[in-house]
């Protein structure tokens, strides 16, 4: 791995002997652990830092968690869980992202790079304290500094590395259910979204095309001829894009359990033999990640699926979810055989029924196996929050082995922070409740942050069943994420837009359509992220810096032109909104209907009916808009029209490549310079196009301070 001198504005402290987690790309310069700044640091059974928060303290990050933006008045518990019920008491979801920026009157980030148990206490059990105890007494600290929230942010995604980039087509919508159980629903899926002319680039595969649950099987009697589907779906236009679970199916004959066992893949017991745990396929066993060799194996066995056509995947239950094991099941059965016949008072009831709720990802278990590292065993729970995100490291590690100038789709459920290197995140099993379409918004800045800028939530919501207006005002959100998926458990509600009524289902086909319509300034913006260090999704804390600004908990910025306010409750015909400055709002009904309002600075109460869809543009500020098409491939941006609110000068770099090589990287990427000045009662409009050599003509709408439009078509040579 490539690694870099770290910068000068950030202090590394390392405590004990840490286990390398390949967190960060930038080695080097160590200060002494005897002064660290900032915190009181206290050897307990691991460690506990301490640092005294000023009342104005906002606490930003820790990426994939509960709660607001600003973290203050929580616990958090790094420790990837797999937990379906997102209620708002719970400590852990399925990442573990330790860094968080401190923004007040002193303003430094932090990042504990440890692969087990950390706990942010962050003013819960005392308001002013921050507290952070760290299990074991190995770990590196990082303190990060700056002068603003944002350049804290940029350097440490500097530490960590370049995010992974999508294949362009990713930035499509892309419709999901667990249960679409054969090639013929999957068709059917498929043909309504041509039929009802609704936009969508991919169609997802859970658990159900498997060969009972075995990874990298197909199952032949309900996806007879893989290899052809995939072909006949690509040519309806859509990508077919496989999950991928963690644990391998045991079961004598089948090639990777086979393997497994005869090279020593699979992470072991106590007594050196592979571990054993349960999950769908019942018992499997775990490919050790954390094994480089075992890693490879496990990744190259994606490249049978990629022969078949498949150019994308998703990787789940690798917490690793457990549902049980041998030894915890067998201590339930004991207990329910004593209990049987016996008058059970309540605190032998509970007991027995703990005894089988506690079967799902017990924690005991995690201590129960092991990794081989460098020749020793490592017990997992010292190292369970590398799990997740070394499976994706096996995937992205054979793919640049497979096709290295591919873009393959890829994102995990369990993270850490270093896995935004090798593929995005989806943010697991959320609930059809507008309390989870709000978490989205809340976390999307977090999960920025941390690097993970290619995520997104199910829209819609995983379990429950979703009602129309949810469905439309999460999909209004969701249509600025750069993964924009709907997807859904078995035996919930149906969420396609198409299993609704005829009024809902028109509106979501707009609110998709708008999406393809804005993808030449999604697209653009998320690559100027990725490509400066930067965040797509941003709290209003990143640009202003007025206290008002700096509270807001429901309003993003979206790249550097937009600010979104989601609707996120239920009956509302519209919301109060802060405006941080003078802005443009565009209330799209669709990507052609468009109609324009001032807002002035303050607070203001915006009214947005169930199919309008609100967008701030920003003052001095540009955003561009293609034609939506059916997929993105369809999409010819020969034409753009751009929409503007200016007051003097305005800028934009429009970037686009080719979508699906890795040849941005050698900056091989297109570049087009707008700037609209205003002169006068006049906007002077300049161009300078590097390399766009499809681009001929935009077509800009200028409004000024008072509301005036100025339409103008520039020919782009
Ligand atoms: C897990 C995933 C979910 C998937 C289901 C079945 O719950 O989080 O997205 O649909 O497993 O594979």
Not at 340 to 369: M, P, T
Not at 473 to 490: D, E, G, I, K, V
């Amino acid at each position: 791995m490539k690694t870099y001198e770290i910068s000068r504005l950030i202090m590394k402290y390392r405590i004990g002997n840490p286990f390398e987690t390949d967190a960060v790309l930038q080695k080097g310069r160590e200060c002494d652990k005897e002064n660290i700044e900032y915190f009181q640091i206290e050897e307990t059974e691991g460690f506990r830092l301490s640092y005294r928060m000023t009342p104005q303290d906002i606490i930003w990050g820790l990426g994939e968690n509960q709660k607001g933006m600003n973290k203050r008045g929580g616990v958090y518990v790094s420790y990837c869980t797999d937990d379906p019920n997102h209620t708002p008491d719970k400590k852990s979801l399925y990442g573990a992202h330790n860094f968080f920026v401190v923004d007040g009157e002193e303003k430094f980030g932090v990042f504990i790079d440890y692969p087990s148990k950390v706990t942010f206490d962050i003013g819960f059990t005392h308001s002013e304290f921050l507290d952070i105890t760290v299990e074991g007494k190995d770990f590196d600290l990082y303190i990060l500094k700056g002068t603003s929230l944002r350049e804290i942010v940029q350097q440490f995604l500097s530490l960590i590395g370049e995010s992974y980039c999508p294949p362009k087509w990713a930035f499509g919508y892309q419709q999901s259910r667990w249960s679409y159980m054969n090639a013929e629903e999957v068709e059917k899926i498929v043909d309504s979204f041509l039929y009802y002319d609704i936009p969508c680039d991919a169609v997802y595969l859970d658990i159900d095309y498997m060969e009972k649950f075995k990874d990298f099987t197909v199952d032949d009697a309900s996806f007879p001829n893989f290899e052809g589907f995939v072909k006949k779906i690509k040519d309806k236009g859509f990508r077919l894009v496989p999950i991928i679970d963690a644990g391998v199916k045991i079961e004598k004959g089948y090639d990777v359990y086979e393997e497994g066992i005869e090279k020593n893949y699979f992470c072991v017991d106590e007594k050196g033999e592979a571990f054993v745990a349960a999950v769908w396929p019942g018992r499997v066993h775990f490919p050790d990640f954390l094994n480089p060799e075992a890693r490879r194996w496990f990744g190259l066995k994606y490249k049978g699926l990629i022969d078949w056509g498949i150019e994308g995947f998703w990787n789940d239950m690798n917490e690793p979810a457990i549902f049980y094991t041998n030894k915890e099941l067998h201590k339930a059965v004991e207990k329910a055989k004593e209990a049987q016949n016996q008058n059970l008072d309540i605190y032998s009831y509970f007991e027995l029924r703990d005894a089988f709720v506690g079967l799902l990802n017990n924690l005991k278990d995690y201590q129960d196996f092991y990794h081989k590292s460098e020749g020793k065993l490592v017990n997992h729970d010292k190292l369970h929050n590398l799990y997740g995100y070394n499976m994706t490291r096996a995937a992205a590690e054979a793919f640049e082995e497979i096709q290295p100038d591919k873009r393959f789709l890829m994102f995990s459920r369990a993270s850490y922070i270093g896995a935004h290197r090798y593929g995005g995140i989806w943010t697991g099993d959320n609930h059809s409740w507008w309390e989870h379409l709000l978490l989205n918004v809340k976390m999307m800045s977090s999960l920025n942050m941390c690097g993970f800028l290619y995520s997104g939530a199910d829209t819609g919501g995983f379990g429950g069943d979703v009602n129309p207006q949810l469905m439309i005002r999460w999909m209004q959100f969701s249509l600025f994420t750069p993964l924009f998926r709907n997807h859904s458990a078995m035996g919930t509600r149906r969420q396609e837009p198409f299993a609704f009524d005829e009024g809902t289902l028109h509106i979501l086909r707009n609110i998709i359509r708008l999406r393809y319509a804005l993808i030449p300034y999604i697209y653009s913006e998320f690559m100027r992220a990725l490509l400066n260090r930067d965040v797509y999704m941003a709290p209003l804390a990143f640009h202003y810096d007025d206290e008002r600004s700096r509270r807001v908990e429901d309003q993003l910025l979206v790249g550097d032109a937009l600010m979104i306010t989601p609707i996120y409750e239920e009956n509302a015909g519209g919301r109060y909104v802060w405006i941080p400055e003078e802005m443009l709002l565009w209330k799209a009904v669709d990507y052609k209907n468009r109609s324009y309002q001032i807002y002035k600075k303050g607070n203001a109460y915006l009214e947005a009916d169930m199919q309008e869809t609100p967008i701030f543009i920003r003052k001095n500020h540009i955003v561009l808009l293609g034609k939506h098409g059916s997929s993105v491939e369809e999409l010819c941006h020969d034409e753009l029209e751009a929409i503007a609110f200016v007051d003097s000068k305005a800028t934009y770099v429009y970037y686009d490549d080719d979508g699906t090589t890795k040849e941005y990287k050698n900056r091989q990427y297109k570049e087009v310079l707008i700037e609209i000045e205003k002169i006068k009662n006049d906007f002077q409009i300049t161009i300078i196009n590097k390399g766009n050599d499809k681009l001929k003509k935009i077509s800009f709408e200028i409004l000024d301070i008072q509301g005036n439009m100025t339409k103008k078509i520039v020919e782009v040579s």
